[in-house]
């Protein structure tokens, strides 16, 4: 008995306050976050083994860390992420929908291997600086049936698990003005190779440029519609679409960042019919941060004033707001988790779940006394990536005091010349590679012919230019 203590590994965050998730006793009522203050949560290998007032270490080894005036959530869920666009960051402060198609997703022409590999590396460390535990990440190609396609994404299927089984095989997909049968096709062939997620851009026929059926009436048509597909935006959700996602399953991820800027229209995750299948997703690092925290935020201020107004514009007040932060913090933690079809495994602090934890500096001075009053509040309306002191994922160390943790890399994937398979990279020398990726692309972007570029994307995406106004 005391050899297999010895050769587990644990860490032990003692007296912290800690935020719980209350399974709600049926499916369609809400969830509720508890505080256990003063508590202590144990970590065996990957899983959370306990939480209690106290627990004693189980070996010598235990590595105990004191969470006096810390706050300890989940890490967060983020499900729909283009990772690959680090080096594009910046570009698309004051852009709208078809310029940020042609200066940032065509731009995925002008990375090489390498680019793609530092880009998503870059991506997913700033993911994991925010505390972001979990992401859907997403990358399209503009030929939408390639040879390659069913080739690489069996060979990937047959090379699974990656990441000690953490990081799973997802299909995106955005054609579906194909014909039926290859949409049919190309559907069953991929859930037969054990893809867990299918994710594919919403958009219906009220959007004022893109004309495009809708993918949730579509593929509930085509008998497609199922738990496992999860649709990005869906902004204008038809209300009988709804009722088909109560029917078959099927979640959208709320990107308020990107939607609020590029007239997708004001959020679905909080509207009623649509809040139990919603989830938070960061969309485009290139076009904000990649931290839940501030699309929580977006999303409920948003929301907010989408309800104020129509009382203002009648010269009233409501007596209460319409949304709360705890609903804003559950879209970013368990609704996230359930959206992804992973509820029992991440997206809250619980015995047997995933050991996906943030631990958050409750005296730093955006954080002091909010955490005290009430830390839900205190991490969705006060908290930065500054106060994200720890982050552990799996039960392993991603970031400690602060900063992110060096991750072991290939050579040869990364393009580094030299030495063993494989070598620990610090963020400084991401640094240096996206530095570099960045000057390499932005030579290409800068001989292109962004006329041609844009008609490319006005052709591809059966764009109507003629709603496209300079005012109204
Ligand atoms: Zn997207």
């Keep these: 008995m005391a050899g297999t203590t010895e050769s587990q590994s644990y860490i032990l965050l003692q007296n912290g306050t800690i935020i719980t998730h209350t399974p709600p006793r049926n499916p369609n009522d809400p969830y509720t976050t508890t505080i256990l203050r003063s508590h202590s949560l144990l970590i065996e290998g990957s899983h959370i083994a306990s939480i209690a007032p106290t627990i004693s270490p189980p070996s010598p080894s235990t590595r105990i860390i004191d969470c006096t005036n810390k706050l300890i959530a989940p890490g967060f869920i983020d499900t729909h992420h283009h990772l690959w666009q680090t080096q594009l960051k ?7 929908f078809l310029d940020y198609m042609a200066t940032g997703n065509a731009q995925s022409g002008s990375y090489t291997e390498q680019d793609v590999f530092w880009g998503e590396l870059g991506g997913c460390m700033e993911s994991l600086d925010a505390g972001v535990t979990s992401w859907d990440p997403f990358e399209m190609d503009p030929e939408y049936m390639p040879k390659w396609l069913f080739t690489q994404l069996s060979d990937l299927a047959k090379a699974q698990p990656f990441g000690d089984g953490r990081v799973r095989l ?28 299918i994710t594919t851009h919403y958009v219906n026929s009220k959007n004022p440029i893109v004309n ?20 990005s935006h869906a902004n204008e959700l038809l209300p009988s679409e709804t009722a088909l996602l109560d029917q078959h399953g099927g979640s959208i991820s709320t990107t308020p960042n990107t939607e609020l800027q590029m007239n997708f229209g004001f959020p679905a995750c909080f509207r009623q019919d649509a809040y139990s299948h919603a989830s938070l ?3 485009c690092h290139s076009c904000g941060s990649a931290d839940i925290i501030t699309q929580m935020r977006l999303a409920l201020q948003s929301e907010r004033a989408r309800y104020n107004q129509a009382f203002l514009d009648q010269g009233k007040n409501p007596k209460v707001p319409n949304v709360s932060a705890e609903q804003a913090y559950n879209l970013g933690t368990i609704l996230g988790a359930r959206a992804v079809g992973m509820e029992k495994e991440i997206g809250s602090l619980a015995v047997g779940k995933l050991a996906d934890v943030v631990v958050f500096d409750a005296t730093s001075p955006s954080m002091i006394c909010a955490a005290e009053q009430d830390p839900v509040a205190a991490i969705v309306l006060h908290a930065s990536v500054r106060d994200v002191e720890m982050v552990i994922v799996d039960g392993v160390f991603r970031k400690e005091g602060g900063k992110t943790l060096p991750v072991s890399v290939e050579r040869e994937v990364a393009g580094l010349g030299g030495g063993e398979r494989k070598v620990d990279v610090g963020w400084e020398g ?8 960045r000057e390499g692309i932005e030579e290409k972007i800068a001989k292109l012919d962004s006329g041609k570029v844009r008609e490319g994307i006005i052709g591809m995406m059966h764009i109507d230019e003629s709603n496209i106004v300079d005012s109204l």
């Design 90 to 96: 910046g570009r698309h402060a004051d852009e709208m």
């Design 170 to 197: 997802g299909f995106a997909f955005d054609g579906l003005f194909l014909p039926k049968e290859m949409v049919v096709d190309l559907f069953d062939k991929v859930r037969d190779m054990g893809v867990k997620l």
């Design 212 to 231: 495009a059926p809708s993918p949730v009436t579509l593929l509930a048509s085509y008998g497609l519609l199922r738990p496992d597909i999860l649709f």
């Design 281 to 283: 997703g960061i969309d």
């Design 430 to 437: 991401v640094v240096k590679e996206l530095l570099k990726s």
